[in-house]
Protein backbone atom coordinates (compact mmCIF):
# COMPACT_ATOMS: atom_id res chain seq x y z
CA UNK A 1 0.00 0.00 0.00
CA UNK A 2 1.37 2.91 -0.54
CA UNK A 3 2.59 5.67 2.04
CA UNK A 4 -0.28 7.89 1.27
CA UNK A 5 -2.76 5.68 1.70
CA UNK A 6 -1.40 4.08 5.25
CA UNK A 7 -1.47 7.93 6.38
CA UNK A 8 -4.68 8.85 5.27
CA UNK A 9 -5.90 5.00 7.31
CA UNK A 10 -3.83 6.28 10.00
CA UNK A 11 -5.39 9.82 9.77
CA UNK A 12 -9.04 8.55 9.39
CA UNK A 13 -8.49 5.81 12.39
CA UNK A 14 -7.89 8.40 14.24
CA UNK A 15 -10.46 10.81 13.68
CA UNK A 16 -13.18 8.25 14.32
CA UNK A 17 -11.47 7.33 17.62
CA UNK A 18 -11.75 11.16 18.79
CA UNK A 19 -14.95 11.22 17.33
CA UNK A 20 -16.20 8.38 19.80
CA UNK A 21 -14.58 9.74 22.72
CA UNK A 22 -16.00 12.91 22.19
CA UNK A 23 -19.28 10.80 21.97
CA UNK A 24 -18.56 9.00 25.18
CA UNK A 25 -17.64 11.64 27.40
CA UNK A 26 -20.94 13.08 26.86
CA UNK A 27 -22.13 10.16 28.88
CA UNK A 28 -22.87 10.63 32.83
CA UNK A 29 -20.35 8.83 35.12
CA UNK A 30 -22.81 6.06 35.77
CA UNK A 31 -23.82 5.23 32.18
CA UNK A 32 -19.95 5.21 31.26
CA UNK A 33 -18.91 2.96 34.64
CA UNK A 34 -21.85 0.54 33.74
CA UNK A 35 -20.76 0.21 29.94
CA UNK A 36 -16.90 -0.04 30.79
CA UNK A 37 -15.14 -3.87 30.78
CA UNK A 38 -11.97 -4.93 31.83
CA UNK A 39 -10.16 -7.67 29.76
CA UNK A 40 -6.82 -9.10 30.03
CA UNK A 41 -4.99 -7.68 26.82
CA UNK A 42 -5.41 -8.97 23.25
CA UNK A 43 -3.57 -8.55 20.30
CA UNK A 44 -5.83 -6.55 18.61
CA UNK A 45 -5.94 -4.11 21.38
CA UNK A 46 -2.26 -2.75 20.55
CA UNK A 47 -3.47 0.00 18.05
CA UNK A 48 -5.70 1.44 20.89
CA UNK A 49 -3.04 0.91 23.22
CA UNK A 50 -0.26 2.91 21.59
CA UNK A 51 -3.02 5.48 21.23
CA UNK A 52 -3.35 5.88 24.63
CA UNK A 53 -0.02 5.80 25.77
CA UNK A 54 -0.31 9.34 23.68
CA UNK A 55 -3.29 10.60 25.10
CA UNK A 56 -1.90 10.04 28.38
CA UNK A 57 1.76 10.71 28.68
CA UNK A 58 2.08 14.13 26.85
CA UNK A 59 5.19 14.95 28.85
CA UNK A 60 6.82 11.95 28.72
CA UNK A 61 10.36 10.93 26.18
CA UNK A 62 8.60 9.49 23.18
CA UNK A 63 11.25 6.58 23.97
CA UNK A 64 9.48 6.30 27.11
CA UNK A 65 6.24 5.83 25.25
CA UNK A 66 4.98 1.68 24.32
CA UNK A 67 3.81 1.16 21.18
CA UNK A 68 1.87 -1.57 19.22
CA UNK A 69 5.12 -3.90 19.19
CA UNK A 70 5.23 -4.11 22.57
CA UNK A 71 1.61 -4.34 23.51
CA UNK A 72 2.08 -7.86 20.97
CA UNK A 73 5.37 -9.11 23.27
CA UNK A 74 3.06 -8.34 26.49
CA UNK A 75 0.34 -10.98 25.22
CA UNK A 76 2.57 -13.05 24.59
CA UNK A 77 4.72 -13.37 27.73
CA UNK A 78 1.90 -12.39 29.87
CA UNK A 79 -1.35 -11.48 29.41
CA UNK A 80 -2.43 -12.18 32.95
CA UNK A 81 -0.75 -8.97 33.97
CA UNK A 82 -2.45 -6.40 31.66
CA UNK A 83 -5.62 -5.14 32.34
CA UNK A 84 -7.49 -2.86 29.58
CA UNK A 85 -10.27 -0.80 30.27
CA UNK A 86 -13.00 -0.96 26.96
CA UNK A 87 -16.01 1.10 26.20
CA UNK A 88 -18.17 0.33 23.86
CA UNK A 89 -14.86 -2.07 22.58
CA UNK A 90 -12.65 0.97 22.67
CA UNK A 91 -9.38 1.18 24.99
CA UNK A 92 -9.91 3.71 27.48
CA UNK A 93 -7.53 2.57 30.13
CA UNK A 94 -4.87 0.36 31.11
CA UNK A 95 -3.18 -1.09 33.94
CA UNK A 96 0.02 -3.21 33.12
CA UNK A 97 2.68 -5.09 34.80
CA UNK A 98 4.80 -8.20 35.07
CA UNK A 99 6.20 -10.37 37.65
CA UNK A 100 9.68 -9.73 38.82
CA UNK A 101 11.84 -10.29 42.17
CA UNK A 102 12.97 -7.07 43.51
CA UNK A 103 15.72 -6.14 45.80
CA UNK A 104 15.01 -3.58 48.18
CA UNK A 105 18.27 -2.99 49.24
CA UNK A 106 19.41 -1.85 45.83
CA UNK A 107 16.14 -0.59 44.90
CA UNK A 108 18.15 1.97 42.19
CA UNK A 109 16.68 1.51 38.41
CA UNK A 110 15.46 3.20 35.67
CA UNK A 111 11.91 2.46 34.01
CA UNK A 112 13.06 1.33 30.48
CA UNK A 113 15.84 -0.99 32.65
CA UNK A 114 12.92 -2.59 34.19
CA UNK A 115 10.53 -3.10 31.35
CA UNK A 116 12.88 -4.62 29.40
CA UNK A 117 12.72 -1.23 26.73
CA UNK A 118 8.89 -2.01 27.30
CA UNK A 119 8.60 -5.56 25.99
CA UNK A 120 8.25 -6.72 29.23
CA UNK A 121 10.41 -9.47 28.84
CA UNK A 122 12.07 -9.21 32.43
CA UNK A 123 8.88 -11.39 33.45
CA UNK A 124 9.72 -14.16 35.99
CA UNK A 125 6.75 -16.55 37.08
CA UNK A 126 8.51 -17.19 40.12
CA UNK A 127 9.13 -13.44 41.28
CA UNK A 128 7.59 -12.25 44.54
CA UNK A 129 6.51 -9.04 43.41
CA UNK A 130 4.14 -7.63 40.64
CA UNK A 131 5.92 -4.61 39.29
CA UNK A 132 2.98 -2.05 38.24
CA UNK A 133 4.77 -0.43 35.10
CA UNK A 134 2.01 1.39 33.98
CA UNK A 135 -1.33 2.42 34.86
CA UNK A 136 -3.35 5.29 32.41
CA UNK A 137 -6.72 6.09 32.09
CA UNK A 138 -7.91 9.05 29.25
CA UNK A 139 -8.04 12.05 30.54
CA UNK A 140 -11.78 12.33 29.04
CA UNK A 141 -12.72 9.48 31.41
CA UNK A 142 -10.57 10.62 34.73
CA UNK A 143 -12.31 10.60 38.11
CA UNK A 144 -14.75 8.36 37.57
CA UNK A 145 -12.87 5.42 39.62
CA UNK A 146 -11.74 3.56 36.31
CA UNK A 147 -8.18 3.69 38.24
CA UNK A 148 -9.43 2.17 41.19
CA UNK A 149 -10.64 -0.85 39.41
CA UNK A 150 -7.64 -1.42 37.77
CA UNK A 151 -5.51 -1.37 40.95
CA UNK A 152 -8.06 -3.62 42.24
CA UNK A 153 -7.49 -6.03 39.27
CA UNK A 154 -3.86 -5.74 40.05
CA UNK A 155 -4.16 -5.99 43.81
CA UNK A 156 -6.81 -9.29 43.10
CA UNK A 157 -3.77 -11.09 40.66
CA UNK A 158 -1.18 -10.50 43.67
CA UNK A 159 -3.44 -12.15 45.68
CA UNK A 160 -4.49 -15.34 43.48
CA UNK A 161 -0.94 -16.10 42.36
CA UNK A 162 0.48 -15.51 46.24
CA UNK A 163 2.88 -12.83 45.38
CA UNK A 164 3.90 -10.66 48.08
CA UNK A 165 2.77 -7.50 46.75
CA UNK A 166 3.03 -4.77 43.69
CA UNK A 167 6.22 -2.33 43.76
CA UNK A 168 6.42 0.54 41.37
CA UNK A 169 7.87 4.14 40.10
CA UNK A 170 4.90 6.74 41.07
CA UNK A 171 5.82 9.40 38.48
CA UNK A 172 4.89 12.98 39.67
CA UNK A 173 3.37 15.07 37.11
CA UNK A 174 2.44 17.61 39.76
CA UNK A 175 5.91 19.00 40.84
CA UNK A 176 5.81 20.83 37.65
CA UNK A 177 4.39 23.55 39.50
CA UNK A 178 6.54 23.48 42.43
CA UNK A 179 9.98 23.47 40.25
CA UNK A 180 12.27 25.95 41.33
CA UNK A 181 10.75 26.10 44.93
CA UNK A 182 11.31 22.56 46.52
CA UNK A 183 12.91 19.49 45.69
CA UNK A 184 11.19 16.52 44.78
CA UNK A 185 12.14 14.60 47.88
CA UNK A 186 10.58 17.67 49.50
CA UNK A 187 7.31 17.68 47.36
CA UNK A 188 7.11 13.58 47.99
CA UNK A 189 7.21 14.13 51.86
CA UNK A 190 5.19 16.88 51.59
CA UNK A 191 2.55 14.57 49.71
CA UNK A 192 3.00 11.83 52.42
CA UNK A 193 2.21 14.26 55.00
CA UNK A 194 -0.79 15.25 53.53
CA UNK A 195 0.25 18.99 52.98
CA UNK A 196 0.14 18.73 49.35
CA UNK A 197 -1.75 17.05 46.81
CA UNK A 198 0.15 14.96 43.38
CA UNK A 199 -2.78 13.71 40.45
CA UNK A 200 -0.84 9.96 40.77
CA UNK A 201 1.02 9.68 43.89
CA UNK A 202 -2.13 11.12 45.73
CA UNK A 203 -4.02 8.27 44.14
CA UNK A 204 -1.74 5.46 44.66
CA UNK A 205 -1.08 6.35 48.88
CA UNK A 206 -4.77 6.26 48.71
CA UNK A 207 -5.10 2.72 47.29
CA UNK A 208 -3.00 2.00 50.14
CA UNK A 209 0.89 2.23 48.41
CA UNK A 210 3.72 3.23 50.52
CA UNK A 211 6.55 6.02 49.76
CA UNK A 212 10.09 3.52 50.42
CA UNK A 213 12.41 5.97 48.76
CA UNK A 214 13.38 8.13 45.98
CA UNK A 215 14.62 6.96 42.44
CA UNK A 216 16.79 9.95 40.24
CA UNK A 217 16.67 9.70 36.42
CA UNK A 218 13.93 6.92 36.85
CA UNK A 219 12.37 7.95 33.21
CA UNK A 220 12.33 11.09 30.72
CA UNK A 221 9.45 13.43 31.93
CA UNK A 222 9.69 17.05 31.68
CA UNK A 223 7.22 17.73 34.76
CA UNK A 224 8.81 15.60 37.20
CA UNK A 225 12.35 16.42 36.06
CA UNK A 226 13.30 12.63 35.71
CA UNK A 227 12.49 11.73 39.70
CA UNK A 228 9.77 9.12 40.85
CA UNK A 229 9.24 7.90 44.56
CA UNK A 230 9.63 4.08 44.90
CA UNK A 231 5.90 2.71 46.32
CA UNK A 232 4.61 -0.61 47.33
CA UNK A 233 1.70 -2.24 48.43
CA UNK A 234 2.33 -4.97 50.82
CA UNK A 235 0.19 -8.46 50.44
CA UNK A 236 -0.98 -8.57 53.89
CA UNK A 237 -2.29 -12.53 53.14
CA UNK A 238 1.53 -13.19 52.28
CA UNK A 239 3.93 -10.23 54.15
CA UNK A 240 2.33 -10.77 57.65
Avoid at 11 to 23: A, G
Avoid at 174 to 199: N, Q
Amino acid sequence: MPSSMVQAASEYSLRRHNEFLWVAALMDRKEVMRRIEIVNIRPEYAPGLAQLQRDCFPTLGVQELMKEEHFLSHHEIFPEGDFVVLLNDRVIGLGSGFFIDFDFDAPHHSFLEVIADGYYTNHDPEGDYYYAADISVHPDFRGLGIGRLLYDARKDLVRRYGKKGIVGGGVLPGYVHHKGKITPTEYVARIVRGELSDPTLSFQLRNGFQVRGMLENYLEDSASDNWAALIVWENEAVTL
